[in-house]
């Protein structure tokens, strides 16, 4: 888990805003990241339908629907 510090500071006008030092900044985009990466990987389990094609037939595929 991380560790935040944050600091709540009030603009001119009024709205209440959230001041986090840079790495823990970093840190909780990082966390984030990490997760999304886990959501999609979950997702596209549930999507495999099992097949496959070797990585040679993808790129002629690709090469053919660029120059076509």
Same mark, same amino acid.
């Given at each position: ?15 209440? $805003? ?5 790495? #823990?900044? @970093?840190?909780?985009?990082?966390? *984030?990241? +990490?997760?999304?990466?886990? /959501? $999609? ?5 549930? #999507?495999? @339908?099992?097949?496959?094609?070797? *990585?040679? +037939?993808?790129?002629?595929? /690709? ?6």
């Amino acid at each position: 888990m991380i560790q935040v510090h944050p600091q709540f500071i009030t603009d001119t006008v009024g709205k209440k $805003l959230v001041v986090l030092p840079l790495d #823990e900044f @970093d840190a909780m985009i990082e966390e *984030l990241e +990490d997760l999304e990466d886990v /959501r $999609l990987y979950d997702e596209a389990k549930r #999507e495999d @339908d099992g097949s496959r094609i070797s *990585l040679a +037939d993808y790129s002629n595929q /690709r090469k053919a629907r660029k120059n076509g």
